[in-house]
């Protein structure tokens, strides 16, 4: 611990660094612990419809009258008016991206060559700003932008199971806005 | 309603890893903290706990866990929590105890231990996604930042150097702070831009490091603040606000429930013109381009200004309004809840005249500290000023 | 408010798995580590002393809980590998709530010398017989094989 | 003028021990909504501030609280979240209005415990990493899905395996607690039998309750021991449900038309989380009773107070939790139950909602359970196990294993 003294606060900082190969080398005393956590959790009605219409190689957004708002992904009540929603949509698969990035990292923060595009389309027929997250795919790190039109590229039906990942990527659809 | 009076602080070195357990750190940042207000144990009426999510230490009902540290044996003692943004709604909690008349003295103790979560706290922060529709995607946390980034500076035709500005001069300030991971006197905004691209346009110099750490903060009534300090810093406005989990169904340029948060805070502390009135202020920095998004969502200056007043020095800690004179997150570390540390504590030392090398000249009367937390979601504030 | 519509239909899918696996890496702290260390190389345990209050806390800390001041290198004593069997269990469930292969006894034991105790695992012939106040010792690993975890406490037997 | 708290509204869901239908979501919203329609309220317009109890790993998020304002109302509005029971949220909304920043606040609080597929093994995350986890059994994670990959530069640092195979039921502590309380006050397993006879048969009246069981003594006595000397039937099993309050000041309720039920003291109150250091003696519910009483003014619990639903999560949790809040001497809790002081009809009416026993274990909302009985039997809404002529009530909960924390709150009819 280092008491090294500061003019001003915090006069001093406690603390003992601890090196990532102290830890290899068991430097320190310490304990592990695997936690086995586990979840089911369910679905509700608004995203067993949505992933259902998925597998059928649709999107469903669902529209609350009150706010006149097509709700994508869909759920049974409206978050602004706290209203019921009520009438299933069914968008097309098209839309823009709303934003994007170019990530080299892997989910476990590890580096990769071949960088994922990912971002957040903007879906057709739901309000701006309303759509999801996905990949995209078929265009370059250079070409992607933001306000470029897309399209929904499904995995083939037999291998869709009722999830996000039912469609594969977005690809260029031609055109900006 | 009573007003309410901070007097003191504390918080640990800031470091990837520490040997401490999250308990001995929360002890060591409480010493601190009554080693300053001149108290013991024995005058403490009520403790909030600060800490974010219970996966980063590996610890289920982590607040509990905590308690022994955090000088809560015996004393009413519990824990908020709203992700990233607990670092100044810790003391916000710890305000409204004393503002209600049911503690006079109340103890805030904040800890983050995220280097427990092996072999990255990565691991946890794939938990934190919806777990229907984005985590079959396995998303990292950056994407998160680097779509908001991305959309901020597109519809504002801000370039990266700019941003970058926001790194250079917080790792430069937090030089002068001796709980500090990643000072840098002489880091430049080429670094910064040469620094490895994580997920564009987040390089690797844009982003605070994971940290473990520790931070306390005492408020008291103003009833007995005179048995404990001749200094008057009271809090004058608190605020929170929280935006619709679905943040796929909002345009994420400007982050609305910071400006919602900062009128709340500013309409009780009866402040109209906030870039005037502020002396500084210390906004969320985890990423280097949230420093300027949250100035315009606490409405310190217009939309897609704030990586102008950057570039041009405004927020310099000599300049008109130093921003994160502490050295943020992105200089000091970013261990989530502990950040209260570079915030509250920060802001209260500023105004108390006791921040050393970090203070920030001409007599500061009145200074802010913001968190923000979830999904890019929730802000928290609260301000502090001299009072007599 | 209310719903509209709700779930009718049973076999549409209604659940999504996921999980919140990670692995966990606890340093044991600056009174931790002090204790496995000497447990590596020792048979006793340690524990400190509180001057104020005068308790000896087990398992060792780096501050006293109550008094809130922190113990000096010199309020650590050497402390024997053994005490009292407050209470005790027969647990026969394991975490999943599924029986267990073979019952566990769980203890809370006073160590000896402290005003603190242990959690262990105890060890005896008759299952059946009542433990409360009887004498344990610590049965500990080789000390070739110890690697400064409560692991090394392999289990309590009755003296 | 000092403010006055009060409750102007609770709703709930149904209690079940699954709810497929139901996402978290779906579930906290019709609690809310349904205390939203008894307050006669809009939460977008009229409530200033919303508070959810949770803890992370009860729900399976990093960060729960992200996943909270929409249903509750919340959207562009302060709310947080308090890791804590569901009186914790109570106390802070009690405190929010008592700043005078905030005229209404709504607490919500759950228990989806039926998402939760590994419940003892995150039970067992509570413990103390260093002195006590290890002792549950192995630190491997037996060979399921989704544990983390290892970068090359920091390969996997376990230590501390052994040839065991199973962790043990984090239960196991409610087992040396029991003994701790039994040893201590000369208390029988035959009394704490006689609290799951009176709680389960008082779940009957109770349309929410999931866990409602005609038996008597002599079965509860036969059932099987897992944690000697608990038995099967002395634990409360988990159930799904979610409740909501809707707090207010006097005047937002005079104004509404609502005979307001006073919140008029709280307490909470922790020992220490070091199991072998602490008492076992629930000096927790002690002292935040302490505190609770000297808030609403009372000096006399045993007078003042009509009712009482306090923590049962397991039988003797009930005994124990009476005597530290000064209902009882220790020890004659057990009498009590035994000579039917404590049934609805009794002179002390204690779980008259069957309590945990008798609805279920709902987690972090244990406590607004507890205080949702209590307010239901002051409006006198209570029906069949309607206490005639109650004007006081006190609802207390305890954090659960392995904690040392309780709250207690004190319930006032105007």
Not at chain 1, 133 to 158: L, R, T
Not at chain 4, 194 to 211: I, Q, T
Not at chain 4, 259 to 281: A, H, K, M, Q, V
């Amino acid at each position: 611990m280092s008491n090294e003294k500061y003019e001003g606060m915090p006069p001093y900082a406690p603390g003992t660094h601890v090196r990532e190969s102290d830890i290899q080398n068991k430097k320190l005393a310490y304990a592990w612990w695997e936690p086995e956590i586990q979840y089911s959790w369910s679905l509700g009605h608004a995203m067993s419809k949505f992933l259902m219409g998925l597998k059928a190689g649709k999107i469903f957004g669902i529209h609350c009258k009150r706010c006149d708002r097509i709700l994508v992904p869909p759920r049974m009540f409206c978050e602004h008016c706290f209203g019921p929603t009520e009438e299933w949509v069914e968008l097309p698969d098209t839309g823009i991206i709303e934003t994007f990035s170019i990530s080299y990292l892997d989910p476990d923060a590890r580096r990769i060559e071949d960088p994922i595009l990912v971002g957040v389309v903007d879906l057709d027929g739901a309000p701006p700003h309303h759509g999801f997250m996905h990949y995209f795919g078929e265009m370059s790190k250079d070409e992607i932008k933001i306000g470029m039109k897309v399209k929904a590229v499904w995995k083939p039906e037999n291998e869709r199971t009722g999830s996000i990942t039912d469609i594969k990527y977005f690809k260029p659809a031609g055109g900006a806005d | 309603m009573k007003e309410v009076a901070v007097i003191g602080a504390g918080m640990t070195l800031f470091r990837r890893h520490l040997k401490e357990t999250g308990k001995e750190l929360s002890y060591l940042a409480t010493k601190m903290a009554l080693e300053e207000a001149g108290i013991e144990k024995k005058d403490i009426d009520m403790v909030v706990m600060g800490t974010a999510p219970d996966a980063f230490d590996g610890t289920h009902m982590k607040g509990e866990y905590l308690l022994d540290g955090a000088a809560g044996v015996g004393l009413p003692y519990c824990r908020v929590f709203n992700g990233g943004g607990t670092g100044v709604f810790a003391p916000i909690a710890g305000w409204w105890h004393v503002a209600s008349g049911v503690a006079d003295v109340c103890l805030v103790v904040a800890e983050e231990k995220m280097g427990n979560c092996y072999p990255h706290p990565q691991t946890a922060f794939q938990h934190i996604w919806d777990p229907i529709l984005d985590r079959p995607l396995t998303p990292n946390l950056v994407w998160l930042f680097a779509m908001e980034m991305n959309r901020y500076m597109t519809v504002h035709g801000i370039k990266e150097e700019d941003i970058a500005e926001v790194a250079v001069k917080n790792k430069r300030n937090a030089v002068g702070h001796p709980c500090a991971q990643l000072a840098d006197p002489n880091i430049t905004v080429e670094d910064v831009m040469n620094s490895e691209m994580m997920a564009w346009p987040v390089k690797r110099l844009d982003i605070s490091p994971p940290s473990d750490g520790a931070a306390a903060l005492i408020f008291c009534s103003k009833d007995v603040v005179h048995k404990y300090t001749d200094d008057r810093i009271f809090v004058k406005g608190v605020g929170w606000n929280i935006d619709s989990t679905m943040w796929t169904n909002r345009d994420l340029y400007f982050p609305d429930y910071v400006a919602n948060a900062a009128k709340m805070a500013y309409k009780k502390a009866g402040i109209t013109n906030p870039p005037k009135e502020l002396s500084f202020a210390e906004p969320y920095d985890p990423f280097d381009y949230k420093e300027c998004h949250h100035m315009e969502g606490l409405l310190l200056c217009e939309k897609g200004e704030a990586p102008t007043l950057a570039r041009e020095g405004v927020t310099q800690r000599d300049g008109d309004l130093p921003i994160c004179p502490s050295g943020g997150l992105l200089g000091v570390g970013n261990p989530i809840a502990a950040t209260m540390g570079q915030k509250m504590c920060e802001v209260y030392w500023q105004l108390a005249g006791k921040a050393g090398k970090r203070q920030v000249p001409n007599d500061p009367q009145m200074g802010l500290g913001q968190a923000w937390g979830d999904i890019m979601q929730m802000a928290t504030v609260m301000i502090l000023g001299r009072g007599s | 408010m209310g719903f509209i519509e709700k779930q009718t239909d049973p076999t549409t899918p209604m659940h999504w798995r996921g999980n919140m696996q990670a692995d966990y890496f606890y340093p044991a702290g600056i009174a931790g580590d002090k204790f496995f260390q000497h447990l590596k190389q020792n048979d006793t345990f340690l524990a400190t002393k509180c001057s104020k209050c005068n308790k000896v806390l087990f398992p060792p800390r780096l501050y006293c809980e109550d008094c809130y001041i922190e113990i000096s290198d010199d309020n650590w004593i050497e402390v024997p590998a053994s005490g009292t069997i407050r209470l005790f269990t027969i647990v026969k469930l394991n975490a999943h709530g599924e029986k267990m292969k073979k019952p566990k006894i769980m203890a809370l034991i006073d160590v000896e010398n402290t005003d603190g105790s242990t959690l262990g695992v105890v060890k005896t012939q008759d299952i059946n017989s009542n433990l409360q106040g009887a004498k344990v010792k610590a049965i500990l690993r080789p000390k070739d094989k110890r690697e400064g975890t409560m692991k090394d406490i392999l289990h309590f037997e009755l003296i | 003028m000092t403010r006055k708290v009060c409750v102007i509204g609770i709703g709930h869901t149904d209690f079940n021990s699954i709810t497929p239908d139901m996402q978290w979501k779906d579930f906290m919203y019709e609690a809310c909504n349904k205390a939203y329609v008894d307050a006669g309220v809009d939460p977008r317009k009229d409530v200033n501030s919303f508070i959810t109890c949770a803890e992370d790993y009860w729900e399976g998020f990093s960060i729960f609280d992200e996943f909270v304002p929409d249903q509750i109302g919340a959207v562009l509005r302060p709310c947080c979240t308090v890791c804590g029971d569901g009186i914790y949220g109570l106390g802070t909304a009690y405190m929010q209005i008592m700043t005078e920043m905030f005229d209404m606040v709504a607490v919500e609080a759950h228990s989806k415990a039926s998402d939760l597929l590994t419940y003892g093994d995150v039970m067992l995350h509570a413990f103390d990493p260093i002195f006590e986890k290890p002792v549950s059994g192995p630190v491997e994670r037996p060979n399921y899905g989704g544990s983390p990959s290892y970068p090359a530069e920091s390969p996997k640092p376990l230590i501390g395996s052994s040839d065991e195979e199973e962790r043990v039921h984090p239960y196991f502590v409610a087992g040396l607690e029991m003994q701790n309380y039994l040893t201590k006050t000369k208390t029988s397993e035959e009394q704490c039998a006689a609290v799951v006879v009176k709680n389960k048969k008082n779940a009957f009246w109770n349309p929410y309750a999931d866990y409602e069981l005609k038996i008597t003594i002599e079965d509860v006595m036969k059932s099987e021991y897992l944690f000697k000397p608990v038995k099967k039937l002395d634990i409360s099993p988990n159930v799904d449900g979610a409740i909501c309050f809707v707090l207010a000041t006097e005047e937002k309720a005079k104004e509404l038309g609502i005979e307001p039920i006073y919140l008029s003291g709280f307490g909470w109150n922790s020992e220490t989380p070091w199991l072998g250091t602490r008492g076992l003696d629930a000096d927790y519910a002690k002292k935040s009773a302490q505190m609770a009483y000297k808030m609403a003014g009372i000096t006399d619990p045993k007078k003042e107070i009509n009712i009482l639903e306090i923590d049962d999560r397991f039988s003797f949790k009930e005994l124990q939790h009476l005597e530290a809040l000064g209902f009882a001497d220790p020890g004659e809790a057990g009498k009590m139950v035994e000579e039917g002081t404590l049934d609805i009809k009794g002179s002390l009416p204690t779980n008259m909602s069957g309590g945990s026993l008798g609805v279920g274990n709902c987690l972090e909302a244990t406590g607004l359970q507890k205080s949702l009985e209590i307010v239901t039997q002051l409006r006198g809404h209570a029906a069949k196990r309607q206490v005639p002529n109650a004007e006081v009530g006190l609802a207390q909960a305890w954090r659960g294993i392995p904690s040392g924390s309780g709250a207690v709150a004190i319930f006032r009819r105007g």
